[in-house]
């Protein structure tokens, strides 16, 4: 399984963009990036997704890197209840699992 | 939309009890299905995965089982429950892009 390097943590405060970088070097050119979330005892939520191009949708942008082997994931305006650990996780395609590593534990502060 | 149900919420069961989590899922047919075991304070351990009816497979060797007796309905099983599995019992459902995830049971095994 290819694999995604993450910071531990992270911390912004309210109201703030916020950018949470992703690696992953060995990335194949039919891996998907996805980000996915997880709030406090709940499942995980799914986010975003890209495979090239950057990607905005209502809850984020995904930002890849030209050559693909990082991306970010930008809260624009960060709230309290973006406090969550962010996953992520390359896709290939057709694959027929998903597998998560640890995640960036971001805190938002008030 | 799909729709995953998980039941119960909470569990407290003693060592040596056996186990049945359910899992059903609505607004799809024939879905991929996803079993994932979430110890306090880790990642995302994939634990089962189901592409069909009676099609299991595991991905980590333990006193757990699953099966898949209707298209839309995951069951996660345990003869015999040890101290080691208590965590946060998470179903999912693939889609188009990505996993929709459900509410998931807190199982603690005292």
């Known amino acids: 399984d290819a694999k995604t390097t993450q910071p531990n943590s992270m911390e912004s405060n309210e109201e703030e963009p916020v950018h949470l970088p992703c690696n992953h070097s060995t990335i194949s050119g039919t891996d998907y990036i996805h980000w996915y979330r997880q709030l406090p005892s709940q499942g995980p939520e799914y986010v975003i997704h890209?495979?090239?191009s950057n990607v905005n949708n209502r809850m984020a942008s995904l930002a890849i890197a030209e050559d693909r082997k990082s991306s970010t994931l930008i809260l624009h305006r960060a709230t309290l209840r973006d406090a969550a650990v962010y996953y992520c996780i390359l896709d290939p395609q057709g694959a027929q699992k998903l597998v998560f590593g640890q995640g960036t534990r971001l805190t938002i502060n008030p | 939309s799909q729709t995953i149900h998980q039941w119960p919420a909470t569990l407290v069961q003693p060592v040596g009890s056996p186990l049945s989590l359910e899992c059903t899922v609505e607004g799809t047919s024939n879905p991929n299905l996803y079993w994932y075991r979430q110890a306090a304070g880790r990642g995302l351990q994939l634990l089962f995965y189901?592409?069909?009816?009676?099609?299991i497979s595991s991905e980590v060797p333990q006193n757990l089982s699953a099966s898949r007796p209707q298209d839309r309905q995951f069951i996660l099983s345990s003869k015999k429950l040890l101290l080691s599995d208590s965590g946060f019992y998470l179903c999912a459902c693939a889609r188009n892009y990505g996993y929709t995830f459900g509410s998931g049971t807190r199982l603690t095994v005292v």
């Open positions: 189901s592409v069909g009816i009676g099609q």
């Open positions: 890209g495979l090239t």
